[in-house]
């Protein structure tokens, strides 16, 4: 037993040294893993050697080069055959139970793009990708042109006015400079700050614009940041970033189906309900196309922080660019298929480990998602192999193939919304991987609970640099500390375990089904480096094997760390949640919600006004501290459970059926969070303590924050009640699962 405890420590400071104290008795006793028994650590580290021993860079490549081969878009012919080639894979490999679901969904295709300037000079845009000598697949004619999922047909001319990154704050500067852009087309760039292009759509929708123009300016991907492909791998003069604008932070998956699986015959609401189908027309560019636009703009010089990267001086634009924009999209009820595997577990099959990656690609999908695609099939021939050798987990392990997770993360969404109540009685937790590699730096996310093992897991692995994983990620943490440090974000220094692992969970990937509607804990895996060419028809098969990972070795780092982790919650005798390290990470989030009210509660002040007084008068009755206590609470048993637990293990006593209770109570905790209702205005998102932001990013006590930002302070009220009730009802159970624990 390992328990840590000083009396002049701080419970915050307790909460991190404990987490350290667990990573020392890991290094004390090398054996033990954390929710082993000895012996059973034992065997595990056993089982662990023999699954990193079988996947080989080679193999990698050659999956790798399979999945590349053709572009394979959600709905394409192509990428249904890979559908059908996993389903064999895995049936060769060993996997059981091998089914592919069909659902029919809201789906998207280009028919035909067209933007033509019309004044005060001509230019046809290319809107296509230019050929490169090096790069043989470059060459392939069904590369598509430009075009963005879920834009709608339509045909218009009108003026273009140039809207920076196409966030609310750069309307209100247009609006001040007195250019309205109803009627007329924006022209935005994709980052700077980074907001996913479907809230740029939903914000030009709402400012009634005609049409938004999304394009990649060399500042951000390009020749600004370093070379460019095809020597570099920065984004070249004709790329392009297709993707999809749904707005799938209102509601992913089919948005016909809100809330329910699009298994064939369900329900379908008319499209024109449907409140994650964009209503305007949209098209992205390379620079190549944005430039002509952009230099012969009219209008007052945009301010400095609107300037890009090309030789230019950008403006804002008022009725000198016209352009005649013409888009012909497909869009209507379409098949995707998600291919299902899995191997059942050995003592305790109706306790499941769901491990997924999506298949679809805007092109080749070099780094997103085949980097992935290629290191799940490594992983599911190293998990067949194992189980012919004898060595089947404990706990079933599900692996999935997702189909339009580009789309609007529509196939796993499918599957979760299906199996939701299975879900919720069976899964221990879910593991996503996405693009598994553009580069060396390994970024790890975990729901708090459990960020310790995550850790633990990466101890046991080597990095290419010959360094432990850890060690390698503890370092491009610090470096990215470091660099954040230099653009002004961070200010705090120093990586430690506890902030090691990034437990601030927004959307974007595959993940958000299981979080925010199941109540599943989540983990995603990736590696990342220099990449500008995401989503483009560079991010291929030359791109993977000159810049992101020449030699597949973080390729293989991934399947053995993806699988690894799968083992660990497979075969644990205790499951390996730390809830004291959840309690810790939600003190957090309320500490950063508290400082953030008084920073609105100043702003209030200083205005002045009746209504601002009373505004305040009722932001004060939103007291936090029942919260803070419950918060305490919480941790408290979570501190004792893992102690508890510890002790049970470390003796090696360990009751079967007592196992399975505390496994089974430990698994309630995430579905805890999940409040029936959603968040307010968007109740597909359960989970209280994890959302997103409409631009994707990650969005902590959601309803509460939201509340809180908006000053609407009865609903604010109420979302912290529900918080508090949460916290209560999981210290609660994780009391009662001690007290089951330490009976004698
Ligand atoms: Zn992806």
New binding site residues.
């Given amino acids: 037993m390992c328990a840590a405890s000083h009396p002049n420590m701080t419970r915050k400071h307790a909460a991190l040294f404990s987490l350290a104290a667990l990573s020392l008795c890991t290094i004390a006793s090398a054996q033990s893993i954390q929710g082993f028994t000895p012996a059973s650590s034992t065997r595990e580290a056993q089982v662990e050697t023999k699954f990193k021993s079988i996947p080989t860079p080679d193999e990698e490549l050659r999956q790798h080069r399979i999945f590349t081969a053709e572009p394979h878009v959600a709905g394409s012919k192509r990428n249904n055959e890979l559908a059908d080639y996993i389903a064999a894979e895995w049936r060769k490999q060993g996997l059981e139970d091998v089914i592919i679901r069909r659902y029919d969904v809201y789906g998207t295709n280009p028919k035909s793009a067209s933007l033509e300037m019309i004044a005060p000079t001509h230019y046809q845009a290319a809107l296509r990708e230019a050929p490169l000598d090096a790069d043989p697949d470059s060459k392939n004619p069904a590369i598509s042109g430009a075009w963005l999922g879920m834009s709608i047909s339509g045909e218009v001319t009108a003026p273009v006015v140039y809207a920076h990154s196409g966030n609310p704050e750069d309307y209100d500067l247009l609006r001040k400079n007195g250019i309205s852009v109803k009627g007329k087309i924006v022209l935005v760039r994709y980052s700077n700050p980074y907001s996913y292009r479907g809230f740029k759509a939903l914000t030009a929708q709402r400012e009634g614009a005609a049409a938004i123009l999304i394009y990649s300016d060399p500042a951000e991907d390009g020749y600004k940041k370093g070379k460019v492909y095809p020597d570099g791998p920065w984004g070249p003069e004709y790329k392009i970033q297709r993707g999809a604008i749904t707005y799938d932070f209102i509601v992913p998956g089919d948005p016909q189906t809100p809330g329910w699986a699009s298994v064939p015959g369900a329900k379908r609401i008319p499209i024109e309900q449907a409140a994650s189908a964009p209503k305007i027309m949209a098209l992205p560019l390379s620079w190549h196309d944005a430039k002509p636009l952009l230099e012969n703009m009219d209008g007052p010089p945009a301010p400095e922080s609107w300037q890009g990267g090309l030789p230019i001086r950008y403006h804002l634009g008022r009725e000198r660019v016209k352009v005649h924009l013409k888009i012909e999209m497909e869009n209507g009820t379409q098949p995707y298929y998600v291919v299902e595997g899995r191997v059942r577990g050995a003592d305790l099959p109706d306790e499941w480990i769901v491990l997924g990656n ?1 298949r679809d690609a805007w092109v080749f999908g070099g780094v ?2 085949s980097s992935g695609t290629a290191t799940m099939m490594e992983l599911t021939r190293a998990l067949g192999q194992l189980t012919k050798e004898g060595m089947r987990p404990r706990r079933t392990i599900i692996v999935c193939s997702w189909d339009g ?2 789309i609007g993360l529509t196939g796993s969404t499918e599957w979760g919304e299906q199996f939701a109540d299975e879900l919720r009685a069976k899964a221990v937790a879910y593991i996503n991987v ?2 598994a590699t553009s580069g060396p730096n390994f970024h790890g996310q975990a729901v708090a609970s459990l960020a310790p093992m995550l850790i633990e897991t990466t101890r046991t692995l080597q990095d290419p640099s010959g360094k432990s994983l850890y060690t390698a990620w503890k370092a491009a943490a610090a470096r990215e500390k470091e660099e954040g440090k230099q653009s002004g974000q961070m200010n705090d220094s120093g990586v430690s375990d506890g902030t090691l692992a990034d437990t601030r969970i927004g959307s974007g ?1 595959d993940h958000t089904v299981f979080l925010n509607f199941v109540g599943m804990p989540v983990i995603g895996l990736q590696f990342d480096g220099d990449y500008g060419v995401y989503h483009s028809g560079y991010d291929d098969f030359y791109w993977m094997n000159h810049f992101g990972d020449p030699g597949y070795r973080y390729h293989t780092l991934m399947s053995q760390l993806w699988g690894v982790t799968a083992l660990r919650l497979a075969n644990a005798d205790l499951l390996p949640f730390d809830f004291a390290s959840y309690a810790s990470n939600i003190r957090q989030f309320v500490d950063e919600l508290a400082k953030n009210k008084s920073v609105i509660l100043s702003g209030v002040a200083g205005s002045r006004s009746e209504a601002a007084a009373e505004s305040k008068d009722l932001a004060s009755s939103l007291d936090l501290t029942g919260v803070e206590k419950a918060i305490n609470a919480f941790e408290a048993a979570g501190q004792h459970l893992n102690e508890s637990l510890a002790g049970k293990l470390a003796s090696g006593q360990l009751d079967p059926k007592l196992a399975t209770s505390l496994n089974r109570g430990m698994m309630q905790v995430e579905r805890n969070w999940l409040n029936p209702d959603g968040i307010p205005g968007r109740p597909w998102f359960k989970h209280i303590l994890y959302g997103a932001r409409f631009t994707y990013a990650h969005l902590e006590l959601p309803g509460l924050t939201e509340a809180v930002e908006a000053q609407d302070w009865p609903t604010a009220k109420q979302q912290a009640e529900i918080l508090q009730r949460a916290l209560e009802r999981n210290t609660k159970l994780v009391n009662e699962l001690n007290a089951a624990a330490t009976q004698p």
């Fill in positions: 999506h997103d998602p997770e580009e996405d693009e990937s």
